[in-house]
């Protein structure tokens, strides 16, 4: 009977062991959200060697206690966070803002768009853009506005975690304001403000 006990509180244990919550890597997106903002706006070619394209975080060795575990529950490994940017869809997206941030970059100088605070860009002072400018103005924001949401939105679902979207959103939100140049626009709690 005690053998019977002691086996079940041992399954019970393992059982326990198995639940594996995954919390959204918020270390991993910012570095992820920074990779793509130097080489948006940055212009710059991804220089990291081709063994190292993929996962931006990979969790260390727990120690004995983690090989343990990984030994019984090989699944763990798999549930650790890690994020990857390298889905041929990202490279695309990521291409595209690339070529438009040439076309952008004057209206960020001028003051006439911003970073809003939601992760997008937004037409802030319609009055310093010329007449006829101002329609091709508003299609590249809204090209890039529709650009950022798919990046946002393909990042999550190539991790396999579309529930993800709004953090990572949320992360690049603020790290295009961290990233921006000084004098460019950005949106804090509903004011703009000038970097």
């Given amino acids: 009977m005690k053998k019977l006990l002691c086996n079940s509180w041992m399954l019970i244990f393992l059982s326990a062991c198995v639940t594996i919550n995954v919390y959204f890597p918020a270390a991993a997106a910012e570095k992820a959200a920074d990779r793509i903002i130097e080489d948006v706006w940055g212009g710059g070619e991804d220089k990291r060697a081709p ?4 996962a931006l975080y990979q969790p260390q060795s727990g120690g004995v206690l983690g090989q ?3 030994f019984f529950i090989p699944s763990a490994a798999a549930a650790a966070p890690n994020l990857d940017i390298s889905s041929p ?3 695309r997206i990521q291409g595209t803002m690339r070529k438009r941030h040439g076309q952008l970059a004057p209206h960020y100088a001028a003051g006439s768009i911003g970073l809003s605070s939601n992760g997008e860009l937004a037409v802030r002072d319609l009055k310093s853009i010329a007449l006829r400018s101002r329609s091709q103005v508003a299609r ?3 090209d890039e506005n529709r650009d950022r949401g798919a990046l946002y939105r393909e990042i999550a679902r190539a991790n ?3 529930e993800w979207e709004a953090e990572i959103r949320a992360t690049f939100a603020r790290r295009w ?3 921006a140049r000084r004098g460019w626009w950005y949106q804090n709690r ?3 403000q000038q970097k």
């Fill in 190 to 192: 509903g004011r703009w």
């Fill in 177 to 179: 304001v961290a990233k």
């Fill in 89 to 91: 869809a990202i490279a």
């Fill in 160 to 162: 396999g975690h579309p």
């Fill in 51 to 54: 063994a190292d394209k993929g």
């Fill in 68 to 70: 343990v575990v990984e």
């Fill in 140 to 142: 590249l924001v809204a």
